[in-house]
């Protein structure tokens, strides 16, 4: 079992480093915002507005070209910094799963140990502590799945 958690845990870790490495820097929003602004108008009287000359201009803004440099700077480190977040929550993950087998091995243990038993107060003592245990298994899979959630988050965060 661990091993089988230990393995998909590897293959979610690629899976979203994946994502997160596919992602583009340019967006086409960004680049959209290189086209010209296009007015169009007559300068003229009202009675000769029919027979005036229609102008046109374009306009472009330099400031998109620095807007969108930001913008590619912010999406370069978001990617880096989602990269770092994915390596440490593998981590966290894997030393979540290490401590939940533990925790497994020492309740299999209790069990054994509650077996051989026969006073009824060290069996209450006994089952009060294998309580405790299932209690933390829970709360360290509850950890655990919160990890992979907080991956996800940055793998959509990123492609955004």
């Given at each position: ?116 038993i ?6 209450t ?36």
């Amino acid at each position: 079992m661990k091993k089988k958690e230990l393995k998909e845990l590897g293959e979610k870790l690629v899976e979203a480093k994946t994502r997160v490495k596919k992602t583009w820097n340019f967006r086409a929003g960004d680049l959209l915002q290189l086209l010209p602004t296009v007015s169009v108008g007559r300068r003229s009287p009202y009675e000769m507005m029919s027979t005036a000359e229609t102008y046109v201009s374009l306009s472009i803004s330099t400031n998109q070209i620095w807007d969108m440099n930001d913008r590619y700077d912010k999406r370069d480190a978001l990617r880096t910094k989602a990269l770092r977040q994915i390596e440490t929550n593998g981590f966290i993950i894997r030393k979540y799963i290490d401590r939940k087998y533990l925790l497994k091995d020492r309740l299999w243990k209790f069990t054994q140990i509650k077996k051989s038993i026969d006073n009824p107060v060290d069996i209450t003592t006994l089952d009060e502590k294998m309580d405790e245990l299932k209690v933390k298994i829970q709360e360290i899979e509850i950890g655990i799945e919160k990890a992979y959630a907080e991956i996800e988050y940055l793998c959509v965060d990123v492609e955004k």
